[in-house]
């Protein structure tokens, strides 16, 4: 009204993720929202999805994975689509590329809504799982229980340990512990949607592990899956993979930086080291200033989270210490980087 927008309104969790959505566009009719998210089950980074509209309701549906070979183990971005919805343009990282993101031309005459099975899926995300009694008629949604065996990954010994296990709204679900290491959650499974439950394992001594499990129609009274866990490293760098906006130290995800709190707080005298590195684009100077504040975020973060702050060094690196060469792009990607390494258990 008076050529001024209102009524902002958040789409709301069967849109929306706790992560990164981005580059969203609505097609002519009004039917289908397009969107990048790296919050999704998914082939790489940002996937590009697709939302129907049910005028009925007032709701769009869950997001459907555009699939291969629009999306790619890559970020995938910014789709838009022509009026007729006959050629569609992106922006992703393939290996024809000229620099880093490239623009292609998609021909949608042929596209159908990719039906991701369990076991696609599962592949991607997960270690193989075991199916149990294929019970059910197709068309009801199932109820069934997730067991999760947790042992050492060199010895195959029961680990005792901690889970939290979520659905896609963030909501937790209650975890039972039968035994040492061994935990059970009931969980469900749809046949005409998918579900997605994200959760994370953390032990005393051990690195936090964290995975997703994706299910769309799947037939059992029982999944069971063991989680093999790693010994922590003294002063070994480990990856976070926190995404942040160009230029800002601002972090855009939290997911990394729960399981390194996960594991603070089951290590009560661990003391870590966040580093913060660039690649050698820019000036010395800014990408050094740039690297500190991106690992004081994440030490505030940890602090206000109610981790010990004299447990926790920020440290910004900047440029000095390259695990790729700067002369490719592949290379300034692994250098654009945040770490963390344990200083003392």
Do not use: C
């Given at each position: 009204?008076?050529?001024?927008?209102?009524?902002?309104?958040?789409?709301?969790?069967?849109?929306?993720?706790?992560?990164?959505?981005?580059?969203?566009?609505?097609?002519?009719?009004?039917?289908?929202?397009?969107?990048?998210?790296?919050?999704?089950?998914?082939?790489?980074?940002?996937?590009?999805y697709?939302?129907?509209?049910?005028?009925?309701?007032?709701?769009?549906?869950?997001?459907?994975?555009?699939?291969?070979?629009?999306?790619?183990?890559e970020?995938?971005?910014?789709?838009?689509?022509?009026a007729?919805e006959?050629?569609?343009?992106?922006?992703?990282?393939?290996?024809?590329?000229?620099?880093?993101?490239?623009?292609?031309?998609?021909?949608?005459?042929?596209?159908?809504?990719?039906?991701?099975?369990?076991?696609?899926?599962?592949?991607?995300?997960?270690?193989?799982?075991?199916?149990?009694?294929?019970?059910?008629?197709?068309?009801?949604?199932?109820?069934?229980?997730?067991?999760?065996?947790?042992?050492?990954?060199?010895?195959?010994?029961?680990?005792?340990?901690?889970?939290?296990?979520?659905?896609?709204?963030?909501?937790?679900?209650?975890?039972?512990?039968?035994?040492?290491?061994?935990?059970?959650?009931?969980?469900?499974?749809?046949?005409?949607?998918?579900?997605?439950y994200?959760?994370?394992?953390?032990?005393?001594?051990?690195?936090?592990?964290?995975?997703?499990?994706?299910?769309?129609?799947?037939?059992?009274?029982?999944?069971?899956?063991?989680?093999?866990?790693?010994?922590?490293?003294?002063?070994?760098?480990?990856?976070?993979?926190?995404?942040?906006?160009?230029?800002?130290?601002?972090?855009?995800?939290?997911?990394?930086?729960?399981n390194?709190?996960?594991?603070?707080?089951?290590?009560?005298?661990?003391?870590?080291?966040?580093?913060?590195?660039?690649?050698?684009?820019?000036?010395?100077?800014?990408?050094?200033?740039l690297?500190?504040?991106?690992?004081?975020?994440?030490?505030?973060?940890?602090?206000?989270?109610?981790?010990?702050?004299?447990?926790?060094?920020?440290?910004?690196?900047?440029?000095?210490?390259?695990?790729?060469?700067?002369?490719?792009?592949?290379?300034?990607?692994?250098?654009?980087?945040?770490?963390?390494?344990?200083?003392?258990?």
């Amino acid at each position: 009204n008076n050529g001024r927008w209102v009524n902002l309104k958040n789409l709301g969790p069967e849109v929306n993720t706790e992560k990164d959505e981005d580059g969203v566009f609505i097609s002519a009719n009004g039917k289908h929202l397009y969107y990048s998210s790296n919050g999704l089950a998914g082939m790489g980074d940002l996937d590009i999805y697709r939302s129907t509209y049910d005028p009925v309701t007032s709701s769009w549906s869950e997001p459907i994975n555009l699939g291969y070979p629009i999306n790619s183990v890559e970020n995938d971005i910014y789709f838009v689509l022509n009026a007729d919805e006959k050629f569609a343009y992106i922006s992703s990282v393939r290996n024809e590329n000229v620099g880093e993101q490239d623009i292609y031309k998609i021909d949608m005459t042929n596209w159908k809504p990719v039906d991701l099975s369990q076991r696609e899926m599962m592949d991607k995300l997960t270690e193989p799982v075991k199916l149990v009694q294929p019970v059910a008629p197709v068309g009801q949604t199932r109820s069934f229980k997730m067991s999760l065996l947790i042992v050492d990954d060199a010895s195959g010994e029961v680990v005792d340990a901690s889970v939290n296990f979520k659905n896609k709204k963030g909501n937790l679900l209650p975890v039972k512990s039968i035994s040492i290491g061994l935990f059970e959650i009931d969980v469900t499974s749809a046949p005409n949607s998918s579900t997605l439950y994200k959760f994370n394992v953390s032990s005393k001594g051990y690195a936090t592990f964290s995975s997703s499990f994706y299910f769309h129609g799947l037939t059992a009274s029982a999944l069971q899956d063991t989680i093999r866990l790693e010994k922590v490293v003294i002063d070994l760098p480990y990856p976070l993979n926190i995404y942040f906006a160009l230029n800002s130290d601002q972090p855009l995800s939290t997911d990394e930086m729960q399981n390194l709190l996960a594991m603070l707080m089951s290590n009560k005298t661990m003391k870590v080291e966040i580093g913060g590195h660039t690649d050698n684009f820019g000036a010395e100077e800014y990408n050094l200033n740039l690297s500190q504040r991106r690992a004081n975020a994440v030490k505030n973060f940890l602090i206000k989270s109610g981790a010990d702050a004299n447990r926790i060094t920020a440290i910004g690196y900047g440029t000095s210490k390259p695990v790729a060469s700067n002369q490719t792009k592949e290379g300034r990607r692994k250098n654009r980087r945040t770490e963390f390494k344990i200083l003392e258990e």
